[in-house]
């Protein structure tokens, strides 16, 4: 650990593309768009989210889309432009990004699921994972129509296929993002078990 903080990019630098990394995750794209185009405030239907799926259960499929671009991009923006300083510098600000949705100051840290911008991060530091990723829940999402476990199994695989491809750092970075992820899909884990959780493009 000590070798990322002294490798091309100071503790300074790290410190700041973090911050950067947070504040664009941070913008609420879901909730913004949804009020742009007059629905109300997405948070009091479905799941109560402001990602992509929740945004998807008021009916509005462009919408939705136009929330999961958004939400991806603010995780690769911020890789790509912190990635001009540093590698090490690029991780940091996706870390930030992930947490900036997940916890954004703005909505008095609660943010959505990170799914989106997870993918985002992903893409952004290593494009083949992000393949996978897609191609993960494109399967599942399909088989079952439950986007939680299409998202929860695709960022299972994704450590794992990152390690075996020899990005350790970047392996390490989304073995700790899907925790995260995990973490705050524990009521989508619970309905699962019980059999009450929503399916993809029902409402309510």
Known sequence: MSDFF??????????????????????????????????????????GNIGATNVLRTGNKKLAAA???????????????????????AIVAGFGAFLGHIFPVWLKFKGGKGVATYLGVLLGLFWQGALIFAAVWLIIAYTTRYSSLA????????????????????????????IIVFIKHRANIQRLVSGTEGKIGAKG
Do not use: C, H, W
């Open 151 to 178: 998202a929860l199994v695709a960022a299972i695989v994704v450590p794992i296929a990152l390690y075996i491809t020899g990005v350790s750092q970047i392996a390490l970075l989304f073995l700790v993002l899907t």
């Open 67 to 89: 929330t999961l671009l958004l939400d991806m991009l603010k995780g690769t923006g911020a890789v790509l432009i912190a990635g001009i300083a540093s590698p090490e510098a």
């Open 6 to 47: 002294n490798g091309q990019a100071g503790f300074p630098l790290l410190l700041f593309a973090l911050v950067f990394g947070y504040l664009l995750g941070s913008i609420p794209f879901g909730l913004i768009l949804t009020r742009m185009a007059g629905l109300g405030d997405v948070r009091s239907i479905g799941s």
